[in-house]
Structure formats: C-alpha cells, structure tokens
C-alpha cells in the first residue's frame, strides 16, 4: 500500500480556494520566478501531513491564507485531509480534518471542514493508508525507549528541499535536525523490510533487559560498598581496639551479624572509663599481605578457567573435524558388513577384487574416530562442571576482596582521623562517633525494601533472545538489500556522469551518506566537491531507493518532490525570470537528471510519482509536456494576484 497527491489546496479569506493539481504516476514540475510560492508547495504537503510546527514560511502564501488540503490517492481509494492555519499567537495548530471521499476530484469548502480529529491520530490514519505497521517498535540507537515507524519517518525518504537537495551534509529531508540522524538509522531497515515485529520486538527487550542487569549490578555493588558490612564492620573493631573500647580484637571470620553484635554496645560506652591499650600490630599490614594472596589465589583460578576453555573450544573444534571424517569414510558404503568388504566398489560399481587391506585400515580408522568422539562427548560434561565450580570460586574470592578493600579503606580513614587528634580521650570518642554512624546506616538499610538479585534470572532471558535472534534473525538482511540498492544507485551515478562513479558507490547508513570507495580509499560525499556531484548523487540516491520501495511493495509514498535541483547551475542571486542562459556543458547536466528521473518513472514495476519546484524551463518536448504550472507572468502564481490585493 501506497499514496500519490492529487491536488494541493490552499484556502483563502472568505469562499476563495486555490487549487494546484498533479498527475499520479508522472513528472509534474512546477517552473518560475523566485517568490511565487513554488517553495510554499513543499512546506504545506509537510504541514498536512502531520508536522510539528508551522513550516510554511512568513510572507504572502502565511499572511492569505486560512487553512491548507490535501487530497492523496491510494488506488481506488481518496482520502481528503486539512489542517487550519494558526491562530495567532499560536506556533501551529493542533486539530486536523481527515475524511475518506468518493470523488477525489471535488474539493470541500474551508467553511464545510469539521477539524475532526487531533494531529497524532491523523498521522495514524494517514499511515494505515501507506500500510505503515503502527503496532511494530523499532530499537532507537542512543535512547532508551522504543521507537514507533509513522508517516512522518516515512518523509526522510520523500521530500528533498531547496536547502537539502544540494547540501553535501544532508542526505535526508531534516537529516540536519537535532536527534534525527539516529531516528532515520532506526527506521530505515524496517521500510527497506530488512526487519520483522518478533526480530525487532525482541531486540527491545533485550536491550531492555541489559539496561535492567547493569542498573541491579550497580545497585548490589553500591549496596554492598557502602552499607554490605563485614569489611567495614571488622575494620571498625580493629579501630575500637585500638583506643581501648575493645579489650582485644576479636578473631578473623566473624560475620556481619556477629560483628554488629560487638560494635552495638561500644556505642554507649562512657569514654572517659576507657583505658588507652598497650601498642598492638599493625593491622593494615596484614591486611595488605591478605589482599596479595586473595589476588595470587584470583589468579591462579583464572588461569585455570581458561585453560578449560581453552579444553572446550579444542574438544569441540575436533569433534566437529572427526564427525566430518567419520561421515566421509561410512559414506563410502563400506561398512556394512563387518566380516568383508562387499564385492562391488560402491563408488563405481565395479568388482574390487584385494581390496581386503584397505577395507581394514579404513574401518580401523573409522573405530578409532568413533571411539574418540565419544571420549570427547564424555569428558566436556566433567569440564564444563570444574569451570562452574570455578566460577563459583572466583566469584567467592573476589567477594572476599571487595571485603578485603572495604576494611583497608576503613582502617586508614579511621586512622588518619584519629592521628589528627592530640588527647586519648578525642580519639576514643571518634571512633565511637564512627561506630553511631555506621550503626545509624545499618539501621536505615534494614528500614529499605530489599533489593532482590534478579542477576540469574535477567542473564538467562538474556541468554535466551540472542538464541531466538540468531535462529530466526538474518543480520545480514540489512546488508544484502543495501548491497543491492547501492549497485542500482551506481549504475544511476554512471549515467549521470558523476565524479568518482568510475568507482563503486554505496550508500553508508552510519554515516547516512553516499561513498565512493576508489584506489585511495573511500570517499564520503561532503569530500567529493562540486554542487553537481551533490545534486547528482542525492537523485541518484532517492531514485534508487524509491525504486527498491516500488520492487518490495514498501510502506513509503511513492513520491518523490525536490525543490530547485537545477539551483547549482544558476548564479546565488537569480531571480528565476528567464535571464540566464545555461552553459551546454551545465544544460547537459541538468537534462541527465530529469532523464534519469523519466527512466525510473517509465519502468513499469514502479509506480512514481515525481513532484519538481523550478527555475529552469528546458526547451524540450518532454520537459514542457511535464510542466504544470509556469508561474512568471504577473499574477501567476501559487497566490492569485487578487488575493493580495483584497487582503
């Protein structure tokens, strides 16, 4: 599904409509002087189509007019749609007409129009007539949320305007506006129908879920840091040991539990009975020397865990290599009886008389290929165990030396507080101070709701959707159709005699760009020069993909509107009016583009139709027969002369 314009409409003061008609499935051009209005054509398409803002700009098509329409052609079907310029003060206007019609030919009067519905479900509606699939969502590079394909993505690969079509930056209409490079990247692989709902459904959700696993693990770790307890806890009985609150510091391995059990009383004890203790070790130290072995011992694990792996991939790899053997050799037909070859070569059918030898050696050969499978199929089951219980091990020790850093960390804050203290009796009372706290923030942790470690559970899912995208993904759809569109868009940059076409041209979607990929490297499109090349190669560009939209059967509108593609060939300051006459080299170039254009609407598995805003008017036949309108007479233009006058 599909839709071409029929008629642009734009409502005047009072009963006056002005109505520019197109042919469907042809070139249309509209060709004149500046300041007519051929501009305004593009931006009100936009605007009744569903846009944001006001994109009609200031001056006489704004200032005469109430309201604009458009009525689109889907086959046999006609839908009429209007939008009410703004009220004033008002930077758009957000209540839209849409209507199904019988009679695509009779336009309703402004006053007629009941503004029915508001501009979002307009841009559903206008959608579900292009066949756009409103219930997919489409994984949105850069953002967290999900993104849905409307009409309005649909425009990137329509409209070219006169600020666009020759900007070697700009590829796409609005490609320079902010956040919209990543939108036209999501988007694009779904109407070139290199995606499907479940595929991209499931690209969401896991994207979805490895947000949720990194937000969990660092909720954990900073839960763990800051209020997890026994290295913290154990570095503050070390602390109250040493200014005398504890008699002697209690021994190694005590839990969380055990050691808030010491740590709680301390905290009402009068300091002035404390008696300062006599010089005890130096419990830093051994802390350090306990973090160097917990790191040789991580180490050691992880050397082994590799080598298992390493096991793995070698078992597997030459599994994989003696299955392929072993199929090799009992396709032969040999070994069907175990007592003798069979008396007809299974290769050609012949007798193979002393063929006895051979036959055994192979067969030996085949035994040894089984039985060596089955050791492998044997022992992965007792690696793939010692590498879980590894994994255990290593998790096990790197809690020991988070632990481990936690109580270190502790034990110099503590110390270096205290050492900034003169009396016993301040140093006493800090530690003490230190203690209040930490119970304090023990006791608000105990307030909060758990935090329930879902990391198993996320990483299985995880687990899970990258199978189901890899079995029933093709990621590399995406890239055979660009390959395909990017060939098609060569052979168009050859008959346009475009710089660099000697070499393949591809269109980039990284950079959302067109390159040449020549003996000195590639060659991006803002590299290559010349307004021509710029001109050439967006044409080229958008005739290729609307031909692949056309081929597919595409949800894209088979439009195609530039405004001014011959801009390059007249000077900054030409008025439109007829004055300039183009060089034949420059006359040359402009015709190649508008018979590439004519070449594509002329293949009749493509249904196109092409809208042109024009200052040029070529001589030939078929350049008049496409013109529309020539708006260079006084009066003429998008605006009647008398409009303004009354206004």
């Known amino acids: 599904m599909s839709f071409q314009i029929r008629h642009v409409v734009v409502y005047g003061r009072g009963e006056r409509a002005r109505k520019v008609t197109f042919e469907l499935g042809q070139l249309n051009i509209i060709t004149g002087s500046s300041r007519r209005g051929k501009s305004a054509i593009v931006t009100i398409i936009d605007y009744c189509l569903g846009s944001g803002g006001y994109p009609v700009k200031a001056g006489v098509t704004r200032d005469n007019s109430r309201g604009f329409g458009l009525m689109i052609v889907s086959g046999d079907r006609a839908m009429y749609v209007a939008r009410p310029a703004p009220e004033r003060l008002h930077k758009t206007a957000d209540r839209m007409y849409v209507s199904v019609v019988s009679d695509p030919e009779s336009i309703p009067a402004f006053d007629e129009l009941e503004f029915n519905t508001n501009v979002d479900t307009a841009k559903q509606i206008i959608g579900d007539l292009c066949g756009i699939d409103r219930s997919l969502?489409?994984?949105?590079?850069?953002?967290?949320?999900?993104?849905?394909?409307?009409?309005?993505?649909?425009?990137?690969?329509?409209?070219?305007e006169q600020n666009e079509i020759a900007n070697q930056d700009v590829l796409f209409h609005t490609q320079g506006d902010e956040h919209r490079p990543n939108a036209i990247r999501a988007v694009i692989p779904y109407f070139l129908g290199a995606v499907d709902t479940e595929y991209a459904t499931l690209t969401i959700r896991l994207r979805a879920l490895k947000r949720e696993l990194v937000s969990l693990q660092r909720a954990l770790d900073e839960r763990a840091a800051?209020?997890?307890?026994?290295?913290q806890a154990r570095a503050l009985l070390a602390e109250a040991a040493a200014v005398g609150l504890l008699d002697e510091l209690p021994p190694q391995g005590l839990n969380e539990s055990e050691a808030v059990g010491i740590l709680r009383p301390l905290s009402l004890v009068d300091v002035r009975s404390v008696r300062q203790p006599e010089a005890q070790g130096d419990q830093i130290t051994a802390l350090n020397q306990q973090r160097a072995e917990l790191r040789d011992r991580l180490a050691g694990l992880n050397i082994q865990l590799t080598r298992l792996r390493r096991a793995t991939n070698e078992n597997s790899d030459f599994a994989s290599e003696a299955s392929e053997q072993r199929a090799r050799l009992a396709s032969l037909g040999f070994f069907g009886n175990e007592d003798g070859p069979v008396p007809a070569c299974p290769l050609c059918g012949n007798d193979a008389p002393g063929a006895e030898g051979t036959w055994?050696?192979?067969?030996?050969?085949?035994l040894r290929l089984d039985g060596e499978i089955v050791a492998i199929r044997t022992d992965t089951p007792k690696i793939d165990q010692m590498m879980a219980l590894l994994a255990e091990e290593i998790q096990e020790v790197t809690q020991l030396l988070r632990t481990n850093k936690a109580e270190i960390d502790e034990l110099e804050a503590g110390i270096?507080?205290?050492a900034r203290l003169r009396d016993a009796e301040s140093r006493t009372a800090l530690v003490q101070g230190r203690i209040g706290f930490y119970l304090e923030m023990l006791d608000r942790r105990d307030q909060q709701p758990p935090i329930r470690d879902r990391t198993a559970e996320i990483e299985a899912e995880i687990a899970e959707i990258e199978v189901r995208l890899e079995e029933n993904g093709n990621p590399d759809l995406l890239s055979s159709f660009l390959a395909r569109i990017s060939q098609n868009l060569w052979e168009k940059a050859q008959r346009l005699e475009l710089e660099h076409s000697a070499w393949p041209i591809r269109l980039d979607l990284r950079r959302l760009t067109v390159v040449a990929d020549t003996r000195n490297g590639a060659v991006p499109l803002p590299e290559m020069g010349s307004g021509e090349n710029y001109v050439g190669y967006h044409v080229a560009t958008f005739l290729a993909l609307h031909e692949w939209f056309a081929m597919e059967d595409r949800p894209v509108p088979r439009i195609l509107i530039l405004d001014q593609p011959s801009q390059v060939w007249f000077p900054a300051d030409y008025a439109g009016d007829g004055s300039h006459v183009l060089p034949d080299d420059d006359?040359?170039?402009?015709?190649?583009i508008y018979q590439a254009v004519m070449e594509t609407i002329a293949r009749p598995e493509v249904d196109l139709q092409v809208i042109v805003m024009e200052h040029a008017d070529l001589e030939e036949q078929w350049f008049s027969d496409a013109v529309r309108y020539r708006w260079r007479a006084d009066g003429e233009a998008l605006i009647p002369a008398d409009w303004i006058e009354e206004n």
């Open 416 to 418: 270096q507080a205290i």
């Open 360 to 366: 055994a050696d192979m067969r030996r050969e085949l």
């Open 226 to 231: 800051t209020l997890g307890a026994t290295g």
């Open 137 to 160: 969502r489409l994984p949105m590079p850069g953002t967290a949320g999900p993104l849905s394909p409307s009409i309005r993505h649909a425009l990137f690969f329509v409209m070219q």
């Open 587 to 592: 006359r040359q170039s402009l015709v190649r």
